[in-house]
């Protein structure tokens, strides 16, 4: 599908943009409600089942959809026969590029035959047909009976044998996706020289899939010449924006509903095929159509973090100056252009002080499903290289790996010539996280002990920044406070299941002085709520909670106003609490907001926030450092991870809770990303995914997660970076997780295992090599 | 249950609370949109059946509720005994007053005890116990198992009786809700010795009932804490408060929605019990619980226009001048009080020029069913006495009905204190409506043609006024604008099938430049829209249409800054037109809306608006003057209306269809109430309804309306009424019908009949009397 230029709206680069509309909030002082641990406003729903995710959805009439795949990594369709499946009971609908549309969808031929259902099939996984039947059964069963003929084609499964020669090629214009992309800040070559230690290492990462609990899907639903999806989607104006464009609707005629999904990790920021697919079956049969994937579909088809290839070289003086560090990287979109390597050089770009960088990033093409933005694009990869080099530098200068870190703390972002951060909270990260952790007295013991068993121990460290922090405009929200002074928050932006409602209610009823649970919030939604960019980067409390609050601040201000009118006092001296209007000055002048008659008057009061403009000339930026201790089976290759201290600078702790869960989640995917999950193409026979399922491609579970974990959080205080001072915690937690792994592995066994998952048997013979097994 | 005070947002009185939010916005000069005759935008929803009305929604888990209603007209309960009811297949839960309750409706006992299941039954329908079960069957024969013992008690169905020494005291206090009500100008005694003539004359109404052709229904479900009603209404912030102070909560956690209803015609502005017995079902079960009356039920228990006796005495001179009324006027509010009576006086006290005026209203109580506000109270009752009486005035100084009435059109309203209208259109409906009818020459072929046969002919005229005209705040509204130019508008009033939503369409396509289709309509919905005053009253259009403009002209606003920064020119200079910004100067000055860089980057513009205060001493009024053509056939006593022409001052015309429909609609229902509707009570052997059903309740149908109706809009440009100069078309279009009629069958038969329902055994008897049958 062609993507609408506005359906984007994720960080590949790094920049958000400006608006005009400012908003004049002092940073709050002390806080009542913001900084508590509250639970999820929405937790009851979620535990008891009465959530809706949208494959709850049970709509009168409604069809179930099913897509028919390629199932070759590499193959043209040269044709589709639907006549059995179409005779089959309770089928409702074929669609393909190979037969008759029909009046509904005819407006789309072009669209369906040369983007929707392209013939050249470039992946394992990509759309040749999809069917519509009154049961899900009947769907799957009917595209078995689909018959398709195809041309297979050499394949390239890959990307390090993308440019050899008489690779087959994935496209037309070759293997490659756009030219190598060349970053450099001072003299690399003088910067080496400088240096007392020059380091070179290579480094890989398989391909990790998102593959979120709740599987992708969609119901879609016409009224007419007006379309409802109920989607599991990040950001409901990306797919009605997306979807729009693609059926040539005005944007309001396409309703996109959120309003719970269970997780997505990137994968749903983006607009895939199906929500195409299920409006044109809903739209051929004149009936709803439920399409959700099968978790195979996940896997193969929407979205990964692709194989990363990098090579760090890094120079540094005796006393921990680092003089000169170059990077290549390289990895895989997929089967067209996808942002593959995005940011995958961004660690070594920003995270510490160094004047001599260069980086080199490829994206390469391979027939294997899309890549998509996760969890911190490039980061956790870009952070497995830097902070192993981190670790290998300060030991090859005899120097602890913390303090070689604390040295090289920025203050400016580099990257970005320079400009100073908001506030850096590095430092204290690495500080105050090794304190909490006990490093140096475990690192001693660890010494005194010697480690001589067959499983060893070993504890590492590995820090991070995030690129884009403190999140930026454009985000709108309404608040609305009723007569008897609770309150309806009305905000565009998903809570993907970062506890994003229940921050923003406590931003309300900060501002307000009402309880959060009297704060009803009406999400997600771009038929009834405001705009908001997709939830994903860091950027969801950070952008929506700043316009959440001008909102209520807009709402208060009426208030006051009306209740100034009413004691006869200046509206300066007033403000609210526990419901009331008080007066700063007189403790005999309150009035409750129920006996408030302006309100009582107005029924309601409406207030609008926009989120303002970032600080010009300033980064804002997440920052973190982790500790975390392993136990290896030297015997079995086996890894458990004991404990981790997780220290992070993400400005304002909004909800000391759902921050903390953020933490835990993002060390959890990272032990994944470090020791689990790969993606395993049999790329020499059939170039298709061997591990296409829960069983063989292995999420971390509650067993590979430590019950040890502890969360510290570091508040800058940072007043600049916007009008709620949160920088984002869901990308910084899980960026330096693997490294720090790696690093403990390394302190355990003397074996640097540089390629990820570091399972047993990469470790077992990663030890072997070195003669330790 | 006990009234929340601010949940009655209609006009028993006629003052519309003022508010402090202005608007300055100018009167439209020539519009593109308003004013043309647009279809519906939910059309294809709502005749297609995909529209979801409350009673349409299923729901995961769903039951179905019933109420138990006592079937005596007074009476005490003594012991309900649900044993065997809550052992039947399928039955979920039995609520009454004599039954122990769970943790669920425990908090409630007081209320449900003493008013929701009140033991003292005061009216046949009254609710004694409600069940819940897994289908609508099983709880309907449940409902039949539950064993109610009671106490009869004498009761009283006449109100001409209520006053009567020994007659049955349907409340303690007596049979009169309040004092009677006195209103005085001038002196009357006065004003009928200057009178050349006077008549006196009694009437008669008998009591009507909505019974809309939707049942009255919604359904309940609870997430945890909060409710979500779906709900038949006629504004959903009128249930959302009434239902939080019944059942003690915020009401923000109370959600109403009513985005699809099928008529309410005033049944359906309050909240009735089923509400609270839905969601306390669903409380107690833990279930969503869907509760729809029966006919029979809508009959009984949730409204009507009661039955209204009125004396009217008139004094005219010679020359048309209306020297003094006097009008006595008494109804019964039902039960308990509920303004029976309300407004019955108005036409008198305000549609013609007259210096003494006296009435007293006089609102008693029955053991029937309550009284709720029917399409324009009190004043096609009123309009029925006062308008024959001009008819009679008129014969009595030989002076053509039109013209008497003509010679006394106000300018002021009298009852106001004399402030000015801010429009006055009666005399354009009474001169354009008569010569549109072809009024002088169909009377005098009528004269001509002698009139001898047993079908006579006769025609018709009379002119009414509403009280109410013009809205008034609060309200709200929000206009969001997409990246693409298409547009969302976000309002709380419900579209009671009166074209609400296709006029808002308009109003935003005015001001914005765009294609009404292309504005998408969330609406009526307490959790996701803005505050709306329950739709009734005439008021819809009038008080949301300028809030609505309102909004767009803030999102125009902005549009238009952001569009002068990027052609560099004066913003006055801009304006939008056709999806494009547009210089008033420059004909080369143009952008498209989809190229507008600004609105891009903020992906969604988003503008409020409010209802602007109402003109400071003046009274906003709507007009009207009706014509009908009948022949009655004076053997079997049938009257045919023939034709009506309905000559409307209802201010600024928004959409010529919706509003030729609503008067069209107004005239049916008018011949309705003048011709065939009657609710009989037994009321000397049982008190009960007898013609409990739509079998014997006679609606008039297609068969009673007349092919050829005409709607004479007259627009007298008021721009001091609100900002956008509609002053309400719902009401009038219904006053004067019924009185026309009488008129109409005067003319042709020479007898006056002055007691409605006008059916074929009352006129028979009529004409026996005056030796005519």
Not at 274 to 285: G, N
Not at 438 to 460: F, P
Not at 674 to 692: I, S
Request: charged content about 20%; hydrophobic content about 40%.
């Amino acid at each position: 599908m062609k993507e609408h230029p506005d359906a984007q709206y994720y960080i590949r680069g790094i920049e958000l943009p400006e608006t005009e509309v400012s908003t004049d909030l002092e940073p709050w002082g002390e806080t009542r409600v913001v900084g508590k641990p509250l639970p999820r406003v929405d937790g009851y729903e979620r535990v008891s089942g009465t959530a809706v995710y949208p494959a709850d959805l049970t709509l009168p009439g409604m069809l179930y959809g099913a897509i028919l795949r390629c199932p070759h990594p590499h193959a043209m369709v040269t044709a589709v026969d639907v006549r059995r499946a179409a005779a089959m009971p309770g089928v409702r609908a074929a669609l393909t590029a190979f037969t008759p549309l029909d009046r509904a969808t005819r407006p789309h031929a072009d669209m369906i035959r040369t983007q929707l259902f392209d013939p050249h099939c470039r992946f394992q996984g990509e759309a040749v047909a999809a069917v519509a039947a009154e049961t899900a059964y009947q769907a799957r069963d009917a595209l078995r009976a689909i018959q398709v003929q195809y041309e297979e084609r050499p394949f390239l499964a890959d990307e390090r044998k993308a440019l050899e020669p008489g690779a087959p090629q994935v496209r037309d214009s070759g293997n490659q996706a756009g030219e190598t992309q060349v970053y450099q800040r001072g003299d690399v070559a003088r910067g080496f020289a400088e240096a007392d230690v020059v380091l070179d290492q290579e480094y890989r990462n398989e391909c990790e899939i998102h593959t979120p609990m709740e599987l992708h899907g969609c119901v879609a639903r016409w009224d007419g010449d007006r379309l409802t999806l109920w989607e599991s989607t990040q950001g409901v104006y990306n797919v009605q924006m997306q979807v729009a464009a693609t059926l040539g609707m005005p944007f309001s005629l396409v309703r996109v509903v959120g309003h719970y999904m269970g997780g997505g990790f990137g994968s749903k920021l983006q607009t895939s095929k199906y929500s195409v697919v299920a409006a044109l079956l809903a739209k051929t049969t004149a009936r709803p159509v439920k399409l959700v994937l099968t978790r195979e579909e996940t896997l193969l088809a929407v979205g990964n973090r692709p194989a990363s290839n990098m090579r760090l070289k890094a120079g540094v003086k005796r006393d921990g100056t680092i003089t000169a560090m170059q990077f290549w990287g390289s990895g895989a979109s997929g089967s067209e252009p996808a942002g593959g390597v995005s940011l995958l050089d961004w660690p070594v770009r920003d995270t510490y002080t160094c004047a001599n960088v260069r980086t080199e990033l490829t994206d390469l093409l391979i027939n294997a499903g899309p890549a998509r933005p996760f969890r911190a694009p490039g980061h956790p990869q870009g952070a497995w290289a830097l902070e192993q080099m981190m670790d290998a530098l300060a030991e090859a200068i005899g120097m602890d790996p913390v303090a070689l870190r604390v040295r090289n703390v920025p203050t400016v972002s580099q990257a970005r010539g320079n400009v100073p951060y908001t506030s850096t909270g590095l430092r204290q990260c690495l500080e105050q996280g090794a304190a909490a952790f006990g490093w140096d007295a475990v690192r001693a013991e660890i010494a005194r002990q010697g480690n001589r068993g067959t499983v060893k121990r070993g504890v590492g460290v590995a820090a991070g920044l995030w690129v884009a922090g403190g999140g930026g405009p454009p985000s709108t929200a309404v608040v609305k406070i009723f007569a008897d002074g609770s309150v309806n928050l009305n905000m565009g932006a998903s809570d993907i299941g970062t506890g994003t409602k229940t921050v923003m209610a406590m931003v309300v009823a900060e501002e307000l002085g009402v309880a959060p649970d009297a704060v009803e919030i009406e999400h997600a939604d771009t038929g009834s709520t405001q705009f908001a960019t997709g939830s994903g980067g860091s950027k969801t409390v950070p952008t929506e909670s700043p316009a959440v609050r001008a909102a209520a601040v807009d709402v208060k201000r009426q208030l006051l106003e009306l209740a100034a009118e009413e004691l006869k006092v200046e509206v300066s001296t007033l403000t609210l609490r526990d419901g009331k209007v008080v007066s700063t000055q007189d403790p005999a002048v309150t009035r409750s907001l129920t006996e408030l008659q302006g309100l009582r008057r107005r029924r309601s009061l409406t207030g609008v926030g926009y989120r303002g403009p970032n600080p010009a000339n300033k980064a804002v930026t997440p920052f973190a450092a982790q500790f975390c201790e392993v136990e290896v089976d030297t015997a079995s290759g086996e890894v458990r991870v004991v404990r981790f201290v997780a220290a992070h600078d993400s400005g304002r702790v909004m909800n000391q809770l759902t921050y903390q869960n953020q933490v835990f989640g993002g060390i959890t995917m990272g032990i994944g990303f470090g020791l689990t999950e790969e993606r395993v193409l049999d790329v020499d026979q059939t170039g298709k995914m061997a591990n296409l399922n829960w069983h063989d491609y292995k999420l971390p579970t509650m067993l590979d997660v430590p019950a040890d974990m502890t969360c510290v959080p570091i508040d800058p205080k940072d007043t600049e970076c916007n009008a709620t001072g949160a920088k984002g915690i869901g990308e910084p937690a899980t960026i330096p997780t693997a490294a720090a792994i790696g690093n403990a592995i390394y302190h355990a066994t003397g074996v640097r295992v540089t390629h990820t998952p570091v399972d047993p048997l990469r470790l077992v013979a990663a030890l072997a090599e070195r003669g330790e097994g």
